[in-house]
Nanobody, 115 residues
Framework: QVQLVESGGGLVQPGGSLRLSCAAS????????MGWYRQVPGKQRELVAT???????NYADSVKGRFTISRDNAKNTVYLQMSSLKADDTAVYYC?????????WGQGTQVTVSS
């Protein structure tokens, strides 16, 4: 089993920044892709950003140029640096990792962008 612990969410004003972290622990043969989704009540979970084990990055169009995903393989951790935040970025953010031929999810962390 793999456990993911997220941190870094909170309340921020429009235009502000936040950094989310997601640390993986447990029985992991190898960590493949890692990334972040977000979800607003009443809507489907949407992909925000991914980073593969080879370092390839992918972003949703809505966050390109504002968010940066990175990973620290030594710490089994994925990060999401969010800048120029907008009210539309308000959501619960979930991290995931692909390992052991399945996908594991974090518990979610709330990000609220409001003045």
């Amino acid at each position: 089993q793999v456990q993911l612990v997220e941190s870094g969410g909170g309340l921020v004003q429009p235009g502000g920044s936040l950094r989310l972290s997601c640390a993986a622990s447990g029985s992991m043969f190898r960590l493949n892709a890692m990334g972040w989704y977000r979800q607003v009540p009443g809507k489907q979970r949407e992909l925000v950003a991914t980073v593969t084990s080879g370092g390839n990055l992918n972003y949703a169009d809505s966050v390109k140029g504002r968010f940066t995903i990175s990973r620290d393989n030594a710490k089994n951790t994925v990060y999401l640096q969010m800048s120029s935040l907008k009210a539309d970025d308000t959501a619960v953010y979930y991290c995931y990792v692909d390992s052991n031929l399945r996908r594991y999810w974090g518990q979610g962390t709330q990000v609220t962008v409001s003045s």
